[in-house]
């Protein structure tokens, strides 16, 4: 049915058809009324097919003649569309660069979002908008958004209504318009076509675009069993499932050849319902991703599409990185050599004709306006209409005199006392008058400039909030305004307080509200005259001008300038006396002001002035009013044009023959000209001529720069250009053929103003004349222009006094020239172009591309009716030193997630293929939320703020920095590092003095340490009980801080000889075995521990299950004690029972559990014999955690570690029988256990044991036995002290009343294994510094699995120093110290002091050579407490056997050390310890197995955390890991789930500056979910594994492109 010519209808059906067409896209029928008509219409001429619905394809195939008015109809397939941006061929030129791009189709992994975010935009939720929400183009280019009547328009299924009620019926109108282009319009959704996403695309779409019927049908009636999705899935991806083998993403190589992407042609959908509502994300057995790609919903998939997408070749085959060096990172893009450049000649400035000064003109405004109030008073200045479009109201020349000298006698006289007038000549007053109120407007500035004052027209301001409002209230203040003129109904209409007083506006100065009107004004008496003069240097009137950042500037306009533009508007437009102007535009700024206010009083000419409210409901009003008043001129916009367009129908005596001249206002928008060629193409049988139209181009700072004549018969045609926007965006002019995609076509704006001269200058800092095939910015020197930002000389100095150059260097004119703000140049003819605005500009990779046009290629994209009334905002931002440009779009209310994902993707496809330009970002508001400049169109700075501080609230977003940003700096290549060979001389290593360092040498302490003598912790312990058997070495305190148990040395003694007499009894144990000791934090651990010691077993702590949550915390308890081998476990009853409880056998067989005994009730009796070990280097006890990276690893510790390390604290802590220490700390691994359970006994002080799990309950608890104990040592995690901050961070004032008081400590110690977390301890010692707590105590230790504590800052020593690295150099493994405050440092503070008895030396991880003192590297140990090896069943002791007996590979390469798996670097200070030496600080960067490697450099996690939890107030907390070499960044969210999507764009940009990285995936997570181990520490690869298995219930994932 296709091939059948559906031009053998008969022209009238066609012409109704696309009427009824028209009437459909504006919102006039609905669907269904326009199916019965149409149906009606062509049922005569087709064979209906049953379920068909032919409804696309004839409009499209009407032979195009000028005369026929439905081709302009046909051209008008969408009311609600940017009409500014209107152009067919442009339309016709992204949809054959979509269908391009279909070849290779994306597979772009679509976002999940949670249900309840998805509700969020649906239909329910929808309100109507106020439909007063139209909008003028308001300063802001990019911002204009048109209405297309005021009903809400239908939805675009162009007439997929009756086929998407039947399942397998084929959609007649997708089928013909396929036809018709022989490719469907995009990647994404291969079958939504021109008609826009009519059913087929819910039911599977069509794979090759053209094929046959036969093909379609079985798309839609194929009933295929599930089955074979899932053998398509598998045969595709076969990787997907793969977590081992990640692919390789970062090769950025640009070889591959396309076919390696995902190339997944569809798979028939196995009869998926059409009325299939968004897809089920989560736990969806099958997912469709953007194009329908069933994938499996796991997030490994769609991450392993997304690496398959990214592998794809990028576009530019540019240099892209630059070179990573240190001083000076980043490079610019070098520039294509292939580019096209400027060849022309230097151009010559253009000179306008001679401004002839007609002797009848008069001197000055003020003399014309009196000259016609007295002359011919009767004679008609303004004609005002009602909104049904009656004139309301006529302003005759006589009363504007009249009334102009009442408002300036009042000014001058009535405001203030006489001895200090509130007003005098030269200030400024502001002027606020609404858009339907020219009269009172033009009373007002007439009455000004009688005054010599200076008006400063604004808009009314509408609510307290209004978007910019605060801008100009800076602008008022700035000029020092005081008063406010204003009219009687807008006084009115203020927002008043309960008082009646005008509140002051956001940002205002304080302002008298003067209403202007004449029954409020008292009459000047009869000998008071205005003091007329002629025009001078004088300032008349200050025009406002929103600039690209959303500040607003004040233009100065002189009097002389202000009637030389007069006499300039009069003398190219040929005004005469008493003509008659119909004005559309507003008349308090731009052309609506200078044409409709000021020349036409000077010529006496009549307006009538046609308000906003009138054309939005009537479009056609104006046509009327110049038919009506037979006009010979009016004043419009584009879109003033297509709206007439839109409504001629209901019009049929329209006659345009009386105009001489159609002035087009934002004729310098290039998009402008199709909205001229179709109103010229439809009313040109209405009497318009051709010559008529006249474009111009104008800014605030140069008033009117250009305007078409009103042409003679005879003169030349105006001139077209077909510009290459591929050399536009290199800044050059090459014409095109209209056959190529990418054009722009222009039209000329006219001619030079008379009595100006005009150039075209290049746009870097020297305003050197272009070449004249280079685009450029015009800039004029004439009278006729402002001549200062009021109150800003340097930025006027830099707009308002250039001097042009040319090539040699010298200025053309020795007058200055004024920067219009325009691009273009001036072609043949001396006719001037436009092709942009300078606040349009955006330079991304030194292109140039015009937001105007992205937006029209934006809007052009099928479905053209996806963006809400046409509302869309383009902006750049500057991210990694270049713009990026972000597209943010209002959708309507009723898209769907599919409908959405598709317009987004099929946008960026367009954008690339017409602008060769990537789409940075893309986001998607609900309808009528961007913020609104006063006359409705987008506000577009503000726009970009909320976009900035994330408070837009997008419904999508969709973001592109892989496929964007291609200046990052190269990946590193590892240099050799140095080997043996270099010379080492001393203890240098290639000029720097090696990294190493020790504490105290522990044999040459002299102290009375009667410890020392024994070997073993057990005989020290019983040496105790027999010498000091009533001293108390253990308090435990319980929530409420009083004392729930305490040990003396023979009662500790005494329990752990019964409790070894049960083991040897009950447990039949052998010496050597292992015993799991599960205590809560307490004092039954440390009897338990010595009791195992006395009868001679190897104790091993494990925390117990947490009651409740046994099925996660079970299963590990479990596993430490099967790992250790332990033969039984030792507990309390009530954990004993705990074990053996129902809940507990549903997580772990209480059959698979060796003995259990509890230690409750003991027997009576000791053992016979306490058990001494043979040999110290014998096994004490096992040390059990798990890592960060969730690896459990238990190492041994021999007696003789563990007396050197308890005697190591003793001397690094000054620790004696009579100190007393308080530990809050869990008891059950590294240092926490040893300062527990060992110290005490071995030193003898009293420990103060509070178990951090009281601390939820009482989290005063800690700080208060602190002081309660006047305790000058404390021991604490990073848990506890968070627990502290958060929990006591307003109890302060409190807490010191209660006469808390942490004067007496002297050093606080975070145990920690990791980089200190400054900002935790620093916030922690300021907030309770008021307490007495010094600053200096505050410091933290270091320890690792291989050794448990390396450093411990004690109590002689210098203190903790801090040091500030450079980020970048970090990243290659270099140590470079900055100033604090410097761009990328990092604070690192140093872990404590090195104890005694320990040699630390940083070394190479790979090479294992030594390092110089500014490298990063690995830290190794040498210490007589290091562990002796991991305790594991699974035997690969090779694998792990490095880790604790290494040698250097040169150097000293006798020494055995140990590894401890964390990076750092040793930095010797000014300072000097308590020997006189210099003090060695040992800083600790990070843990080798966290450190992702991306790009070749070394990342350190928390680096990129900290830097997004910075980015937006509700990220409480952020984790990042890698997968396939993507970075995955999870943030929690605090806050509304509307929020998740504004962090996507801010943590993308964020991690680009800071770490030269891109994001690959964002994950918005609810607050808890990223997993935290005991010690306060993110669980990353517990989180990565829950992420990739689906389970985190995310609130939205994005994966970037």
Request: charged share 20%.
């Amino acid at each position: 049915m296709a091939d059948r010519d559906p031009v053998s209808l008969p022209a009238e059906v066609r012409a109704k058809l696309a009427e009824l067409e028209l009437e459909l896209s504006e919102g006039d029928i609905t669907q269904k009324g326009y199916e019965k008509k149409r149906s009606k219409l062509i049922g005569a001429y087709f064979p209906q097919t049953a379920g068909m619905d032919p409804s696309m394809g004839q409009e499209r195939r009407t032979p195009v003649t000028p005369s026929s008015s439905s081709r302009y109809n046909r051209r008008r397939s969408s009311g609600s569309r940017n009409e500014r941006y209107r152009s067919d061929v442009h339309t016709e030129a992204v949809q054959a660069a979509l269908a391009k791009h279909k070849e290779r189709k994306m597979a772009v992994p679509m976002p999940s979002k949670r249900r309840s975010l998805v509700v969020q935009t649906s239909m329910d939720a929808y309100t109507p908008p106020d439909t007063s929400s139209g909008s003028e183009g308001e300063g802001q280019g990019d911002g204009d958004e048109e209405e297309g009547g005021d009903g809400e328009e239908e939805d675009g299924r162009g007439g997929g209504g009756t086929s998407s009620s039947q399942e397998g019926s084929i959609s007649m109108e997708h089928w013909i318009s396929r036809a018709i282009h022989g490719t469907s319009s995009t990647t994404t959704t291969t079958s939504s076509t021109a008609s826009s996403s009519s059913s087929s695309t819910r039911s599977g779409g069509s794979g090759a675009a053209g094929g046959r019927l036969a093909d379609v049908l079985a798309q839609h009636v194929h009933i295929s069993g599930p089955h074979h999705l899932r053998h398509h899935h598998h045969h595709r991806h076969h990787k997907t499932e793969n977590h081992s083998a990640p692919p390789d993403v970062t090769s950025y190589t640009n070889n591959t050849s396309t076919t390696d992407g995902i190339q997944v042609e569809r798979a028939p959908g196995a009869g998926v319902a059409p009325q299939r509502q968004t897809s089920k994300y989560g736990n969806a057995e099958l997912m469709e991703t953007g194009d329908g790609v069933p994938v499996s919903s796991r997030v490994s998939a769609k991450i392993q599409q997304l690496v398959n997408t990214l592998k794809r070749p990028k576009r530019p085959p540019l240099r892209e990185f630059f070179v990573d060096d240190f001083e000076e990172l980043l490079e610019v893009q070098q520039p294509d050599p292939n580019q096209p450049k400027a060849e022309g000649a230097q151009m010559v400035a253009m000179r306008g004709e001679q401004l002839g000064v007609v002797t009848n003109w008069p001197p000055s405004l003020e003399a014309a306006l009196q000259r016609w109030g007295t002359i011919s008073p009767k004679a008609p200045c303004l004609t005002t209409m009602d909104t049904n479009g009656k004139p309301l109201y006529v302003l005759t020349y006589g009363k504007l005199w009249s009334r102009s000298m009442k408002v300036a006698y009042n000014l001058l006289h009535k405001l203030g006392t006489k001895q200090e007038p509130l007003v005098r000549p030269g200030d400024r007053v502001a002027l606020v008058f609404p858009n339907n109120d020219p009269a009172a407007f033009m009373t007002a500035f007439y009455g000004c400039l009688l005054a010599e004052v200076v008006p400063v027209p604004i808009e009314v301001p509408l609510t307290r909030k209004d978007a910019g409002s605060q801008q100009i209230g800076f602008l008022l203040g700035s000029c020092g305004v005081t008063v406010a003129l204003t009219s009687d109904a807008c006084h009115k209409g203020l927002p008043k307080s309960p008082t009646g007083e005008i509140p002051q506006f956001k940002g205002w100065p304080k302002v008298l509200w003067f209403v202007a009107e004449s029954k409020h004004l008292s009459k000047p008496p009869r000998d008071w005259f205005p003091h007329i003069k002629d025009a001078n240097q004088d300032t008349a009137y200050i025009e406002y001008k929103t600039c690209k950042d959303g500040s607003v500037l004040g233009v100065t306009v002189m009097r002389i300038a202000m009637l030389t533009h007069c006499q300039a508007l009069t003398q190219s437009c040929s005004y005469t006396e008493a003509e008659t102007i119909v004005n559309v535009l507003d008349f308090k700024k731009d052309v609506g002001l200078w044409h409709a206010v000021l020349t036409s009083v000077m010529n006496m000419m009549h307006v009538i002035s046609i308000p906003y409210a009138l054309m939005k409901v009537n479009p056609l009003s104006w046509i009327q009013k110049v038919c009506q008043y037979k006009a010979k001129v009016a004043c419009v916009k584009s879109r003033d044009m297509h709206w007439a367009l839109v409504a001629h129908r209901d019009q049929r005596d329209v006659n345009l023959s009386s105009l001489r001249m159609l002035v087009v206002a934002d004729g310098a928008n290039p998009w402008s000209i199709s909205s001229c060629d179709a109103f010229l193409n439809v009313f040109q049988t209405k009497g318009l001529k051709p010559e008529v139209i006249c474009p111009c181009a104008s800014s605030p700072e140069a008033l009117t720069v250009a305007i078409r004549r009103p042409l003679e018969e005879d003169d030349a045609p105006p001139g077209r250009g077909v510009l290459s926007m591929q050399g536009l965006s290199h800044g050059v002019i090459r014409v095109d053929s209209e056959e190529k995609l990418s054009v722009l076509t222009l039209q000329d704006v006219g001619s030079v103003m008379p009595g100006a001269l005009m150039c075209v200058v290049k746009l870097e800092s020297v305003p050197q004349l272009c070449k004249t095939d280079e685009i450029g910015e015009l800039c004029v020197c004439t009278v006729a222009t402002g001549t200062a930002y009021y109150g800003l000389t340097g930025m006027t100095k830099n707009t308002f006094e250039v001097f042009p150059v040319s090539n040699s260097g010298t200025p053309i004119s020795e007058f200055p020239f004024t920067r219009t703000g325009l691009l273009g140049f001036i072609g043949p003819a001396g006719l001037i172009f436009v092709s942009g605005k300078m606040d349009g500009l955006m330079v991304v990779g030194g292109r140039r591309h015009n937001a105007d046009d992205i937006v029209a290629t934006a809007l052009a994209v099928e479905p053209m009716k996806f963006v809400y009334r046409g509302r869309i905002a383009v902006f750049s931002i500057t991210v990694l030193h270049d713009e990026r440009i972000v597209v943010v779009a209002e959708q309507r209310p009723d898209s769907t997630e599919e409908d959405s994902f598709q317009w987004m993707s099929r946008v960026l496809q367009a954008i690339d293929s017409i602008h060769q330009v990537g789409v940075y970002c893309l986001a998607l508001v609900p309808s009528n939320t961007l913020p609104k400049t006063p006359l409705g169109g987008i506000h577009l700075s503000e726009t970009k703020q909320l976009f900035l501080e994330g408070s837009l609230h997008p419904c999508n977003v969709l973001m592109c920095p892989h496929t964007c940003v291609t200046n990052l700096p190269k990946p590193r290549q590892k240099q050799p590092e140095i080997g043996p060979a270099s010379v080492m001389v001393g203890n240098l290593v290639s000029g720097k003095r090696i990294a190493q360092a020790s504490g105290r040498d522990l044999g040459q302490i002299e102290d009375n340490d009667q410890a020392r003598k024994f070997l073993f912790l057990s005989e020290v312990l019983q040496w105790r009980a027999q010498t000091t058997p009533d001293h108390v070495l253990y308090t435990l305190l319980n929530s409420r801080g009083t004392i729930a148990s305490s040990l003396t040395c023979v009662q500790l003694h005494k329990r752990a000889e019964k409790i070894a007499g049960m083991l040897a009894e009950r447990g039949h144990l052998q010496d050597g075995d292992h015993v799991a000791l599960v205590y809560p934090p307490g004092i039954d651990l440390i009897a338990a521990f010595y009791g195992c010691l006395y009868a001679g077993c190897v104790p091993i702590t494990v925390r117990p299950p947490h009651p409740q949550n046994i099925a996660t915390t079970l299963p590990t308890v479990k596993m430490i004690v099967e790992v250790s081998r332990s033969v039984c476990v030792m507990t309390t009853q009530a954990i004993s029972k705990l074990l053996r409880s129902k809940e507990a056998s549903a997580a772990v067989d209480a059959r698979t559990w060796p003995p259990v005994m509890d230690t409750d009730d003991l027997p009576k009796k000791k053992p016979p014999l306490l058990y001494k070990p043979s040999n110290p280097d014998t096994l004490a006890y096992l040390d059990f955690s798990v890592s960060t990276t969730g690896m459990l690893a238990g190492v041994k510790m021999s007696h003789t570690a563990t007396s050197a390390f308890c005697r190591s604290i003793k001397l690094q802590c000054e620790l004696y029988p009579s100190r007393e220490v308080a530990i809050c700390l869990d008891p059950y691994c590294g240092l926490g256990f040893v300062l527990w359970c060992l110290c005490s006994v071995y030193s003898g002080h009293q420990s103060i044991l509070i178990p951090p799990s009281e601390l939820e309950v009482n989290p005063a608890l800690w700080l208060s036995a602190v002081s309660q104990y006047k305790v000058r040592d404390t021991f604490c995690s990073y848990s506890v002290m968070e627990l502290c901050t958060k929990g006591l961070g307003l109890q302060t004032d409190s807490l010191k009343s209660r006469g808390l008081d942490l004067s007496r400590v002297r050093t606080c110690v975070v145990v920690a294994e990791e980089r200190p977390r400054m900002a935790l301890s620093q916030s922690f010692s300021k907030l309770f510094k008021d307490l007495g707590l010094h600053p200096r105590a505050v410091s933290t230790s270091f320890g690792c699995r291989i050794n448990l504590a390396i450093c411990l800052q004690g109590t002689s020593g210098p203190d903790p120093t801090t040091v500030y690295v450079d980020m970048r150099a970090l990243r290659h493994d270099r140590v470079r110290l900055v100033e604090r405050g410097s761009p990328h440092s990092l604070p690192l503070m140093e872990s404590g002091k090195i104890l005694p008895g320990v040699r630390i030396i940083i070394a190479n991880p790979e090479t294992k050579g030594p390092m110089g003192e500014s490298h990063l590297g690995e830290i190794w140990v040498h210490s007589g407490h290091n562990a002796s090896g991991y305790f594991t069943i699974y035997g690969d002791e090779a694998l792990q056997s490095d880790h604790f007996n290494s040698r250097l590979s040169f150097g000293d390469t006798q020494t055995v050390w140990a590894r401890t798996g964390y990076l750092g670097f040793l930095r010797r200070t000014e300072l000097t310890d308590a020997s006189g030496e210099r003090h060695d600080a040992l800083y600790v960067v990070g843990a080798l197995e966290e450190a992702m490697e991306l790009r070749g450099m070394r990342y350190h996690p928390i680096d990129i955390e900290t830097s997004v939890i910075r980015t937006h107030k509700s990220i409480t907390e952020c984790a990042v890991f890698t997968w396939t070499n993507l970075l995955v960044v999870v943030v929690e969210l605090d806050g509304s789930e509307q929020e998740a999507l504004d962090l996507v764009p801010l943590v993308t940009n964020v991690v680009l500056e800071e770490h030269y990285l891109i994001v690959g995936v964002v994950v918005v997570v609810d607050i808890g979910v990223i997993p935290i181990n005991s010690r306060g520490e993110k669980q990353r690869m517990h989180l990565r594994d829950g992420f990739l298995a689906d389970q985190l219930d995310p609130i939205y994932v994005a994966y970037n492109m």
